[in-house]
């Protein structure tokens, strides 16, 4: 760099620059390899090594195998690990870790409120917030007693969605692998949320309305894209179509059928986007959908993406918890945590998702709990491991322990969804994490 | 259609039952698999007379026979009904149950809020409906906007997945309101609110009118289209116009594809609604609630237009004052087209109730009293043809009484929808007594 006396633009920009990049790893700068040793090896789409070594480089899965055939390397660090196992980094597909958004002001819908004056002039047509350009991403206050939390829980990357309104915004997909944000993005913008709400003294205060209001958004933005399309060809001649930021942000997702995620609250709803998606022929998947084995009939004839909540409690207008207090807690307890083994004896292919349970622990609560509601355990491990991996588009980076894959590895005392597991170690793009001492 | 039930839900069901004792959970008993002969009871058919003891068999959900001596084909349940009276499953015209959300409040014209797309087979009114002998209803948009939107018929097959609840025979609906409701007469704007438009019964009329003519708009603008795309040298850069929902569903109205359901009591406005028709050329099927109907009996009898009442319950409004509950019985005497209604998840238990009361104020005779539930809400909702009375190749949609359905101390014993017992007294009473212990 030339010096100069004065402090010039650049010089700024470079400062600006050098700081941004501290807070991750330096690029360019090659990460430590590490030889985990004498562990016990689930790699998921493999079979278990029972005695084996992982090597770890620079934040990839460089080889796995049993201890007579994989060597460690001479320049890796040996992390003993006699008596953990070793099992990829679980994911979950819909979460909302980190999401910390301003709180919704009186009769105010949608989070975005930054230009009361001008949407309150706006014609009829433009009068909803823009909420499918909204970035999740740029709402998140990361925080290391969270990502500590989802380790603990053998969690390694999470989709953040974002929870307010209709068309919510869009998800960003992140490996836990320290405090700082941009290194832990995977993939920004990854799919697009739409949630059956309704929004409060605006227009769709009625379920009905919220669900008429989606039809015609994607009405609108198919024929946007298309009028869009026909004036790049050859403008000659044509109208110019009207910029609008909303249909603009939309077009994607109806164009190029990227993925859109249906927050779906009860069964009706998971019918309701099964309509909605047949109508735009999106690609789409179902979350929470806590009450998709009662749809499990449709769900065979049509099947879609489910990502499945670990959220017990009766949704408010089912029969299970209008008839009393005594039968909605005996839905929550025996029940619902059935979801998901039914799904699993009905053939129908889901991933666990942690969804709203904020911390690590309480989503390993619900695991267990699936379990012991008929879930086999192996079927919940695929659940949270290459089943998510697939629905995001990432299982050739994640999702099992293979080589070439991002080193997200968990090591644990016991069996990972035993009451009694611990979670010694955790790499997430290969840094390594200590959690606990544990004895053989 | 019926397709078989899926265990888990059906073992839990039954756990349920076992261990809380809330009848509610009993799944209707899927092994009738629609098959039913009703022996020995008194059959009110509606259509074709009183049978003083005779039989109802239904086969595969549909009715088989009618008659006296029926024998039971083998495997057949047979429900000794001596001494009890067998009526077509009562239909109610009017209803709002069943539905996740009644209203769209937020604008005055919301044709594209169809209550179709909310649904909740969970709601527990549809055994309240069943155990008074409700088997169909017509769920609706609320009376908050001059254009509401499309309504559904649903048959109360509480259990069974929302789809299969749907009865896609019916004529398509689309809710419309006048008066109190509509103009927000009972609302007090706040600061910093506006009131909505319209405020005034002109008002309502007016909004109306010009959402039809943007309609015709809409209408004419995509067949000029239409027509300019089909041309043999279509127009370089054609554009198609923008699809608009609130504007299809009154295309439809306009071309006869879907009849209007107008909420309306007093006459003046009424009568207005009815000119408005008569200009853009569609079809009202029904008035609702119209306390006023008495007044202007003649001009609905003459617009071939019918009407769905309250029996009694008037003057709790400003609108309602001048209600008397002479007007459903003399309006059917008038030769209107009367049914009713429940408006409500726990009225529609006792709409037989309600109909025995134009007997009373009206003079009608049992039998006329009786069409007002069963054969006058089926011809009003389109489904004359396949429920609404007990006639061979209708929709064994049957409910037995203790008595006679227009006697005071009658109550419905057995609710059977397509051949199937939904609702069987003799084993929800016990059970309802001990949840509620």
Not at chain 1, 58 to 77: H, N, R
Not at chain 1, 142 to 163: D, I, N, W
Not at chain 2, 203 to 222: C, D, L, S, V
Not at chain 2, 249 to 266: I, K, N, P, T
Request: some cysteine; overall charge neutral; glycine content about 8%.
């Amino acid at each position: 760099m030339k010096h100069s006396p004065r402090v010039s633009v650049p010089l700024i920009l470079s400062v600006i620059t050098g700081l941004i990049l501290a807070a991750g790893p330096p690029p360019g700068d090659i990460g430590p390899t590490y030889a985990v040793s004498n562990c016990r090896i689930v790699p998921v789409t493999e079979p278990v090594v029972e005695k084996g070594v992982l090597v770890i480089r620079d934040g990839l899965i460089e080889a796995l195998g049993p201890v007579d055939k994989v060597k460690a390397p001479d320049d890796a660090e040996v992390v003993e690990a006699e008596g953990l196992t070793a099992y990829p980094g679980l994911i979950s597909a819909f979460s909302n870790l980190f999401l910390e958004q301003p709180a919704r002001p009186e009769g105010q819908g949608a989070p975005f409120e930054d230009f009361p004056q001008a949407q309150a002039q706006q014609p009829q047509e433009d009068r909803f917030p823009p909420g499918p350009g909204l970035l999740v991403l740029d709402q998140l206050k990361p925080k290391r007693s969270a990502v500590e939390g989802f380790h603990k829980a053998g969690f390694t990357t999470v989709l953040v969605a974002p929870s307010r309104g209709i068309f919510q915004g869009q998800s960003v997909v992140l490996n836990l692998n320290g405090e700082p944000i941009r290194p832990m993005v995977l993939r920004n913008g990854a799919a697009l949320h739409i949630n059956f709400t309704t929004e409060r003294g605006a227009y769709p205060s009625s379920l009905m309305g919220t669900i008429a209001h989606i039809r015609q958004s994607f009405i609108d933005a198919e024929y946007y894209a298309a009028r869009q399309a026909q004036y790049a060809k050859d403008p000659a001649g044509l109208k110019r179509p009207e910029y609008d930021p909303r249909l603009e942000a939309l077009a994607p997702f109806v164009r190029d059928r990227r993925p859109v995620v249906f927050q779906c609250n009860n069964v009706e709803d998971v019918k309701r986007a099964l309509k909605i998606i047949a109508e735009f022929k999106l690609n789409a998947l179902l979350a929470g959908a806590t009450e998709a084995w009662r749809a499990a009939d449709v769900l065979k004839k049509t099947p879609v993406p489910l990502l499945i909540g670990l959220d017990f409690r009766p949704p408010a207008t089912s029969k299970y918890a209008t008839q009393g207090d005594e039968l909605r807690k005996k839905a929550e307890a025996e029940i619902y945590p059935g979801n998901a083994a039914a799904l699993a004896k009905e053939g129908i292919a889901f991933a666990l998702v942690s969804a709203a349970n904020a911390d690590g622990a309480s989503v390993l609560r619900g695991i267990r709990a699936a379990i012991k509601a008929g879930l086999p355990a192996d079927a919940a491990l695929r659940a949270l491991t290459v089943q998510p991996a697939r629905y995001l588009g990432l299982d050739r980076a994640l999702g099992s322990l293979e080589p070439g894959k991002v080193a997200n590895v968990v090591l644990v005392k016991g069996d990972i969804f035993d009451d009694k597991a611990q979670v010694a170690k955790v790499f997430a793009d290969g840094v390594l994490f200590k959690y606990a001492e544990v004895s053989k | 259609m019926r397709k078989p039930v899926s265990p888990l839900p059906c073992l839990l069901g039954l756990c349920l039952l076992a261990a809380s004792a809330v009848p509610s959970f009993a799944l209707p008993a899927a092994a009738d698999g629609g098959d039913i002969l009703i022996k020995n009871g008194t059959i009110l058919t509606v259509t074709k007379g009183v049978i003083a003891k005779g039989d109802v068999l239904v086969v595969g959900g549909v009715i088989k026979q009618v008659g006296g001596d029926i024998a039971a084909p083998p495997g057949v349940r047979v429900v000794d009904a001596a001494g009890r009276y067998v009526l077509p499953g009562i239909i109610d015209s009017h209803t709002h149950l069943a539905l996740a959300g009644t209203n769209e409040g937020s604008e005055a014209i919301t044709p594209e809020a169809d209550v179709g797309s909310v649904i909740n087979a969970d709601d527990a009114a549809i055994l309240t409906a069943l155990s008074g002998g409700v088997t169909m209803v017509h769920t609706m948009h609320g009376s908050a906007n001059p254009i509401g939107g499309p309504n559904v018929v649903l048959k109360m097959k509480w259990g069974r997945p929302s789809e299969e609840l749907v009865v896609r025979e019916a004529l398509p609906t689309l809710k419309f309101a006048l008066g109190e409701n509509v103009k927000q007469a009972g609302r007090t704007v706040q600061p910093g609110q506006t009131q909505r438009y319209p405020a005034t019964r002109m008002g309502a009329n007016a909004i109306i009118r010009r959402e039809f003519e943007k309609a015709r708009n809409y209408m004419e603008q995509w067949d000029r289209y239409k027509k300019a795309a089909a041309a043999k040298n279509p127009p370089k850069n054609l554009v198609p116009p923008r699809k608009d929902l609130r504007m299809e569903v009154l295309a439809e109205v306009l071309r006869g594809e879907r009849v209007a359901r107008c909420h309306s009591y007093q006459a003046t406005e009424t009568l207005e609604f009815m000119e408005l028709a008569k200009e853009f050329g569609f079809k009202v099927q029904c008035f609702e609630h119209i306390w006023e109907g008495y007044k202007i009996a003649d001009e609905l009898a003459a617009a071939k237009i019918g009407i769905s009442v309250f029996a009694d319950s008037w003057a709790y409004k400003m609108e309602a004052a001048e209600g008397i509950a002479y007007d459903a019985g003399y309006c059917a005497k008038k030769g209107v087209l009367v049914s009713i209604n429940s408006d409500s998840g726990e009225r529609v238990r006792r709409l037989f109730n309600d109909a025995a009361k134009t007997m009373k104020y009206g003079g009608l005779s049992e039998e006329e009293a009786l069409r007002l539930v069963t054969f006058n809400p089926a011809i009003q909702l389109g489904v004359d043809r396949v429920v609404g009375s007990l006639e061979v190749g209708k929709q064994g949609d049957i409910a037995i009484f203790s008595e006679h359905p227009m006697s005071a101390y009658t109550r419905c014993e057995m609710t059977i929808i397509e051949g199937q017992v939904f609702f069987d007294r003799a084993s929800a009473a016990p059970k309802a007594e001990g949840g509620a212990k």
